[in-house]
């Protein structure tokens, strides 16, 4: 059972995968958690029964993504918000005729 207001650590899908092909060659839960730095034995074991149950599939989300990939969208998105203000920035310098740097 998790701590009230503690987040539970997440973990990428290469990792789920690699703990996987260390089960399939014979790993033991517990051996596989200390190998890849699992705070969570039992972690493995439910990651080993999703993925008997429902293959690579079973860490993939609803829409077809790998889980992890919903912070990396965020953070692409908002490069592109910084990017696109800092045209608009350097396109109303420009329009004043000032150069950047220079005063």
Known sequence: M???G???KTYTFELKMEAMRLRELGYTNPQIAE???IADRDRVKVWWR???KDGEAAFIDKRGRH????D???YVKKLEM???ILKKYLEILNKEGRKLGSR
């Open 2 to 4: 998790g701590t009230k």
């Open 6 to 8: 503690k987040k539970s």
């Open 35 to 37: 190998k890849l730095n």
């Open 50 to 52: 999703n993925y008997r």
């Open 67 to 70: 889980k992890e990939s919903k």
């Open 72 to 74: 990396t969208d965020r």
């Open 82 to 84: 910084e990017n696109a």
